[in-house]
């Protein structure tokens, strides 16, 4: 009798045994989910680099080998993110997932600083000015001297307002629109933010991260400038880019007015305090896109590591300025500005940029 009641004990400790092992989290925290229950992580890479553009793809599976990603929520380090992960920061990211009431495993996620672009940094400033704005002589001088001691700064002019100008570019009223510009003179930094005149905000350009290089070929047809752009991208990434395309000319001489004078009133005295200044150049005019002067879209599928992708251009010498004045670009003096922005609302900037003389080319560098 009293071995069949210890045989009757042994029985129910191992039932108990079994089903407190059945019931395991297994490290899930959701009691009563078997391993077998728990859903699968796969990551594309088990290390990315960050810098602000590579991502990690997440796929989810449950017990059957079927995709659930969609149907499910994903977390890195407890943060709900979407299944193609950007990283904010170095260091172990935990993925995790969930789908109704069934945990994932967790998958360590390895990102690491970013290793130097091979290309460099280029920034674009575009100059909202006038000939007839005495105070816009103030924001020239400083891109000038700026420009002088940095050539990776190209500067593009964009002529307008109410004032005489024969230079006035024939959307400058979309471009101020579009960039909130209520007043001159204006620049627009990086198509990002107002620039605020200081040398610091453009060097913090300059030094940010170059996900991609550019390079321009161009040539003269006769009344056209032909040539193409090619984009090689030194990270992955389906983040919205545009690419602009434009003419520039330099060389322009014409009186411009310059408050910073003593007949002006305002100090200290740039170019001489002359006013006006009789030989002002104007450098960068800008004179047409080849592309919409917001950008044309670049095919996220050319958008991955090593790619080069092409965008062919042709732009007429001769157009018109907003006044409908007819004018015809000097080709020994202009130039091809060619510059990728991010093409969201976000407004992350110009990712990169590139120029050359027409008629020349110019290799990623």
């Known amino acids: 009798m009293k071995k069949l009641i210890h045989s009757g004990l042994l029985s129910l400790v191992t039932i108990l045994f079994v089903t407190s092992c059945s019931k395991s989290d297994n490290g899930t925290g959701t009691p009563g989910t078997t391993v077998a229950d728990t859903l699968r992580i796969t990551l594309s890479s088990a290390t990315v680099e960050f810098n602000g553009f590579d991502y990690v793809t997440i796929t989810v599976k449950d017990k059957t080998g079927t995709d659930v990603t969609s149907s499910s929520e994903i977390h890195a380090n407890g943060i709900l993110v979407s299944s ?88 400058y009223t979309n471009f101020n629109t579009a960039f909130n510009v209520t007043g001159y003179p204006t620049a627009i930094l990086n198509r990002r933010v107002k620039w605020g005149e200081s040398n610091s905000e453009l060097d913090a350009e300059l030094n940010k991260y170059a996900p991609l290089g550019l390079a321009i070929e161009s040539s003269i047809n006769g009344t056209n400038v032909t040539g193409k752009v090619k984009v090689k991208f030194n990270v992955t990434t389906d983040q919205s880019m545009k690419i602009v395309v434009a003419l520039v000319e330099n060389g322009l001489v014409y009186p411009q007015v310059n408050y910073y ?23 960068g005019v800008m004179r047409r896109a080849a592309t919409d002067i917001f950008g044309d879209a670049i095919p996220s599928s050319a958008q991955t590591k090593n790619n080069i992708w092409e965008f062919n251009y042709s732009i007429p010498l001769s157009g018109t300025t907003s006044s409908g004045t007819s004018y015809t670009a000097n080709s020994s003096k202009s130039a091809i500005v060619a510059y990728v922005i991010d093409g969201t609302s976000a407004q992350k900037g110009v990712h990169n940029a590139q120029t050359v003389a027409v008629g020349s080319n110019k290799n990623f560098d």
Do not use: M
């Open 84 to 171: 193609k992960f950007v990283p904010t920061g170095t260091g172990t990211y935990n993925i995790t997932a969930k789908k109704g009431s069934t945990p994932s495993e967790t998958k360590p996620l390895n990102v690491i600083g970013a290793s130097p672009s091979p290309f460099s940094k280029k920034i674009i400033v575009e100059d909202v000015t006038g000939a007839w704005c005495g105070f816009c002589t103030r924001v020239a001088y400083k891109l000038e001297t700026y420009k002088a001691a940095k050539p990776n700064c190209i500067v593009i002019g964009i002529h307008g307002g109410g004032g005489t100008d024969p230079y006035k570019y024939q959307y």
């Open 261 to 283: 004078s003593p007949s002006g009133g305002y100090t200290p005295y740039y170019y001489g305090g002359a006013n006006p200044v009789s030989n002002f150049v104007h450098d």
